[in-house]
């Protein structure tokens, strides 16, 4: 165990409520602050509904109890003694520094880690807006944080190596995942291998070379994938898909990266996979 004990969340949608939820199943005190009345309720719903389905599987013993180490809140000031927070609000550039702006205001310790969940805004752009980039990272999740196993650390040039092994020591040993080491680029190392990967996927669907579901059952049978790129577009979100797809490409400036036209459409159109219920697939 390290001396972490009291852990910080900002936003408690997908991805933060799920932090929330692994930091409060290893013991951690946790406070998430949403950023509005009818946001905390909906963050605390998540968390019942998540913990709930843990309990009945046996994965937990007591939602009740990891419930009651989490404390959902609209005021950002109750964050001053956390050790670590982490934040998880939407990715938009000027959100986020504009919240670490106010974190360095708010959070006391000086050896408190102040750590970002983003997906592709530069580390070093959160660093900045603080007066103490030395104790600024990204501590990347997956999604669904309860299930998957990695976090990719994304230490800045600014960052020093003791909040890095402090952030490592933290989601490896209390948390129990694997972490691996990424530069600050747009991408880190999972998202830029696999979001040109899904964006090829789409470009040959979208010129008719092979159905959605044969190219996903080629990937799925032939290379031994858990879900075709076309489905798991589709579960990530085709408006988070194309997102990190432009990160990608406002980064590196290669074809690669670049989002094809019927990605662009869905999106418009607000087919946006799962969440909607209609993608490259319709969903129930
Ligand atoms: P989401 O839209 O589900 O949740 C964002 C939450 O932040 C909302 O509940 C919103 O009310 C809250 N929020 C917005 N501004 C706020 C503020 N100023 N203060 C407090 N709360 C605020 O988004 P999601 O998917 O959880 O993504 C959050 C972050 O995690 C993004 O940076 C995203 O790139 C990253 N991420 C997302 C993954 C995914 O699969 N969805 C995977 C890994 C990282």
Redesign the pocket.
Known sequence: MTDIERVGV???????SGIAEVSARAGKDVIV???SAA?VE??RGRLESSLKRAESRGKIDSAQAVLERIRVVDDIEQLADRDIVIE????DEK?KTE?FRRLDEVVTSPEAILAS????IPIMKLAVATKRPSHVLGV????PVPVLKLVELVPSLMTDDATTERARAFVQDDLGKNAIDCQDRAGFVVNALLIPFILSAIRMFESGFASAEDIDSGLVLGAAHPQGPLALADL??LD?TKAVAESLYEEFKEPLYAAPPLLQRMVEAGLLGRKTGRGFYTYS
């Open positions: 900002v936003g408690g949608g997908l991805m933060g602050v949403e950023s946001a909906a963050a998880a609000i939407v990715e959100a919240l969940n983003t997906s592709s990347h999740f997956f999604n990530i979100g988070t």
